[in-house]
């Protein structure tokens, strides 16, 4: 204490006298702003939440309940015996693994390719398949329509996958490409040397590396097709192949807003906000790692 | 309107369709050559059969093409195909363009060999070297017999007998004194000599009008493929006596070469004159040459079927006297004689490669490090490439197709309408108002993102307990279905049940009527679009804030600057690169957004929240397919614009960053 200097002690002196509420001003900016931050985005979730278990009848009130008076399940078994809900569950879980697992393989492939092997005309080909998802999609609607249906693909999980694993993978060319540029290419020229195949490269090698990558963009992909809408509502026209966007759209076509049944809506809304919730909990830190890495690459 | 078009693509047409037909000709004559090279075959020998596959192929084709068989009833006009291809005589050239390929292939052959043939004496060479020159003289000569034959029940030989033995006369004299000559004289006798023979006929032609069947005014008589093959005959012996083997080669290139040009000449001259071939019986190499034109009629009488009918008559009558067509044709058909020569001209291999001998190459494939590689990195991006063909380029370019055509599958004849599309679609007035909404809210709702999203990074940058939670929640509304936000916050926005509104009106006593009135619906999509996407820039910017290094702040800090200052000389010019890279990619994202006012405003009231994309799904919906088409090629154009301004930004920013 003695030993201490005068301008630190002096300066000491000062901090001490102020307030709680000068020292403690910046956090307090922090935190109010976090809680502005999280009210604007989870309203709208506890807003469908609450409407999922308030009755039919209470959400016709006016003004609107803030607060759910009398909490209840029967929208949620309306909705199941409504739709066929647990065919749809199915299809959206079909049509979402199947694209991201589809795209995640053929994008790694061709990522490694693009990152790793020089040969002519490369960067042409890279820049082909990642600006070309600056394409709309909706543009090529009506030949790839036709398309289908000459291949009678319509109505069929392996045409929505075709379709979904092709419009995701541009992106996911482009994040697996710098993962794989970030991996030491000493590494596999040293297994090449000691005797290694490519195919052993590849499977033994790149593969373990990559792990992390992949996971994440398969991820990334599961929540990017399980929330697809466009495709689903085209390709998709009977039961067997319906996704829980598509049944959300078509619970929610009915124009008037009194017999719109926003009790179902709410319901399913749930449903399909679960996964993704999940996931999101789950991975974060994966997710927004590898979305941060195609813009900041 | 847009006859415009038309007739310009026409005009190209007719130049562009004869030089790709010349290249491909030339690609195809490759083949032969290559296949012969591989298997130690009889080059020749593989290129008869190639021309009897093609003769074949073309009458294969000839059924298969559906105009072409079409059966119609009374007064109904025939289509172009099914004129052309059932005219016999557009036929007969047909095959004669074919033979006229294998004899000229079989000149290369001939030649080639004749090349190679280093170490054989004197007298094989001169067979040889007889054998090239023969069958080099024999094209004309075939056309010539196969224009008589033609010509054999139709004509009266008295007109024809006195300028035919002139021209001979000439031609002797001249060919004799030009063999004489070397290197360069040479070449240039023998153009000088073809040039006085047509100058001579043209003015022959002129002094009388069309006396015979054998002519008509300005065009070049069916002998004047004698001239070469009187060249030919002459030199023939002299050549073997006096020249070395590279002079008889080239010498025999020369004749042949000269041969196709006087031809070509004689196509022009008729081509300028008034030529009516329907009525004209006069037959030489020009309309030798002029049958590769019919056959590419042919082939473009698909487009002529999509143009209507007087247009394309118009146009092809301006076209028939248009000298590009001609310089086309004559630049294809040195371009093929020079393929066919280096293709004829390469040595054979060494070993002739046996069946057994390949299949054991297939089973052990031995190739080169460099090979492996492509071959890998082929097989690796080839089902990422074919998945993107398939559903992406291959189709964007069928919609361009279907741009320019009238398609509606309830109403079916397809037919070709030029910009017609276009034209309706700039006088659309929804494709208007959503043009307009779909500019403003993407540009707004981006303003909006890139700003709050600085502001929210900030905020998850900064230091305090809860920092993974906050990231945690900024990453829900980007992973929460566009379509679940859309139908919760419309149920949010509903004027009389809705909390929005009457949030708004309990805290501001503000009555707007938020999904009734345009201005106000425009509005909420934006906002929902916001609150969509505004977290997910933000961390993306996180991202680019986290890699500014805290000295710089220090230094700031020392040096007295305050927030805003740090905020403007620090962290928005060391994270432009991020800022523009992540604007662009929204802009170009949001524009092709179609489920946000899909699912929560449907486009209403009115059309006032339709964006392009919806617009399109709606023709596609009521089935004008076509028109779809057109509005994406407008959405597409809209992209590409915007896109380029941002990827001429960020190169900017990178540079100056």
């Known amino acids: 204490m003695t030993t201490q200097p005068l301008v630190e002690r002096v300066n000491g002196i000062g901090r001490e006298r102020r307030s709680w509420l000068e020292r403690h001003s910046g956090k307090i900016a922090v935190y109010l702003a976090l809680v502005v931050f999280v009210i604007f985005i989870c309203f709208p979730f506890y807003y469908i939440v609450m409407s999922s278990i308030t009755p039919r009848t209470d959400l016709f009130n006016i003004p609107p309940s803030y607060w759910p008076s009398s909490p209840t399940l029967e929208n949620y078994r309306h909705m199941i015996n409504a739709v066929p809900f647990l065919t749809y569950l199915r299809n959206s879980l079909i049509f979402a693994v199947g694209s991201s697992v589809v795209s995640v393989i053929a994008s790694a492939m061709a990522a490694y390719a693009l990152a790793r092997i020089k040969f002519p005309g490369s960067n042409i080909v890279y820049m082909l398949l990642v600006m070309s998802s600056a394409l709309p999609q909706i543009a ?42 970030q991996i030491p290419v000493e590494i596999e020229e040293a297994a090449l040397i000691d005797g290694a195949n490519i195919v052993q490269v590849l499977t033994r090698m790149m593969v373990p590396l990559l792990l992390p990558a992949l996971s994440t963009m398969t991820m990334i992909n599961f929540i990017i097709s399980w929330n697809e809408l466009l495709y689903p509502l085209v390709f998709a026209q009977r039961d067997v192949t319906k996704t829980l966007s598509v049944a959300l759209v078509e619970l929610s076509s009915d124009a008037s807003t009194y017999t719109r049944p926003w009790d179902m809506l709410s319901a399913l809304s749930v449903f399909m906000v679960i996964p993704v919730l999940l996931l999101v909990l789950a991975g974060q830190r994966m997710i927004i790692a590898g979305l941060s890495r195609g813009a900041v690459k | ?501 009457d949030l708004l009106r309990r805290l501001f006593s503000y009555q707007g009527t938020w999904l009734v009135d345009p201005e106000h619906a425009r509005m909420a999509v934006t906002f929902v679009n916001v609150w969509k996407s505004t977290p997910f820039a933000a961390l993306l910017l996180l991202a680019g804030l986290q890699g500014i290094s805290e000295d710089l702040y220090e230094a700031a800090k020392v040096d007295g600057a305050n927030w805003i200052d740090s905020l403007r000389f620090i962290t928005v010019p060391m994270l432009m690169p991020i800022i523009v890279t992540i604007s662009m990619f929204l802009l170009v994202w949001q524009l092709a957004a179609f489920d946000l006012p899909f699912a929560m405003t449907g486009g209403g009231p009115g059309f006032s929240t339709t964006v392009l994309a919806q617009k399109i799904y709606l023709e596609i919906n009521s089935l004008n397919y076509s028109y779809a088409a057109a509005v994406s090629i407008a959405l597409v154009i809209v992209v590409t614009v915007i896109g380029g301004l941002g990827l001429v930004a960020l190169r900017r920013s990178e540079v100056s960053a």
């Open chain 1, 140 to 181: 090529v609607l009506v030949p790839m329509f036709e398309t289908f249906q000459s291949f009678s693909l319509i109505n069929t999980h392996q045409g929505l996958i075709i379709l979904m694993s092709s419009l995701l993978m541009p992106f996911s060319i482009l994040i697996l490409v710098s993962f794989i540029m």
């Open chain 2, 1 to 501: 309107m847009f006859d415009w078009f038309d007739t310009s693509v026409l005009t190209l047409f007719s130049t562009v369709v004869i030089t790709r037909f010349w290249l491909v000709a030339a690609l195809a004559a490759l083949i032969p050559a290559w296949w012969a090279r591989r298997k130690n075959f009889s080059a020749g020998l593989v290129y008869a059969i190639a021309a009897g596959g093609a003769i074949a192929a073309s009458e294969i084709v000839h059924s298969l093409i559906p105009g072409a068989t079409q059966t119609f009833e009374r007064g109904e006009t025939p289509s172009a195909a099914y004129t052309i291809w059932t005219d016999p005589s557009f036929r007969a050239d047909f095959g004669l363009v074919l033979i006229l390929a294998v004899l000229a292939l079989l000149v290369m052959k001939g030649i080639a060999r004749l090349r190679q043939d280093e170490t054989s004496d004197v007298v094989s060479r001169w067979r040889t070297s007889a054998v090239g020159s023969a069958v080099v003289l024999a094209l004309p000569l075939v056309a010539w017999g196969w224009a008589v034959g033609k010509l054999l029940f139709q004509a009266s030989y008295g007109d024809i007998v006195l300028p035919l033995i002139g021209f001979a006369a000439l031609m002797v004299v001249g060919g004799v004194v030009t063999v004489r000559l070397i290197g360069w004289q040479r070449n240039l006798g023998l153009l000088v000599l073809s040039g006085v023979v047509i100058a001579l006929q043209v003015w022959f032609n002129s002094t009388r009008g069309p006396a015979s069947m054998f002519e008509s005014n300005g065009s070049v008589p069916f002998y004047m493929p004698l001239i070469p093959i009187i060249l030919g005959a002459l030199s023939a012996p002299l050549l073997v006596t006096r020249w070395r083997k590279q002079q008889i080669v080239a010498l025999g290139w020369q004749v042949g070469a000269l041969a196709w040009t006087t031809a070509a000449v004689g196509w022009l001259a008729r081509f300028l004159g008034f030529y009516d071939y329907q009525n004209s019986f006069a037959f030489d190499l020009g309309t030798v040459l002029n049958a590769p034109i019919r056959v590419l009629t042919a082939l473009s009488a698909y487009y002529y079927d999509l143009v209507p009918r007087e247009l394309a008559d118009d146009v092809n009558a301006a076209n028939a006297g248009k000298w590009e067509s001609t310089l086309a044709v004559l630049a294809g058909a040195l371009v093929l004689l020079w393929v066919m020569w280096r293709a004829a001209a390469l040595p054979a291999r060494s070993k002739p490669r046996t069946l057994a001998d390949t299949l054991e190459r297939v089973r052990h494939p031995q190739f080169s490090l460099s090979q492996r590689r492509y071959v890998l990195a082929f097989s690796l991006i080839l089902p990422a490439l074919a998945l993107r063909t398939f559903t992406t380029f291959y189709p964007f370019l069928q919609t361009v197709a279907l741009s320019v055509q009238k398609y509606n599958p309830a109403f079916p004849p397809r037919q070709y309408i030029a910009l017609r599309n276009f034209e309706k679609l700039s006088t659309d007035l929804v494709v208007r108002e959503s043009l307009e909404f779909t500019i403003l809210f993407v540009f707004i709702s981006t303003f909006f993102q890139v700003v709050l999203g600085l502001a929210i990074a900030h905020l998850l940058n900064a230091n305090f307990s809860l920092r993974g939670f906050a990231r945690t929640v900024s990453l829900i509304p980007w992973a929460v279905p566009m379509v679940v936000a859309a139908i919760g916050f419309r149920w949010m926005f509903d004027d009389q049940f809705g909390m929005i509104p």
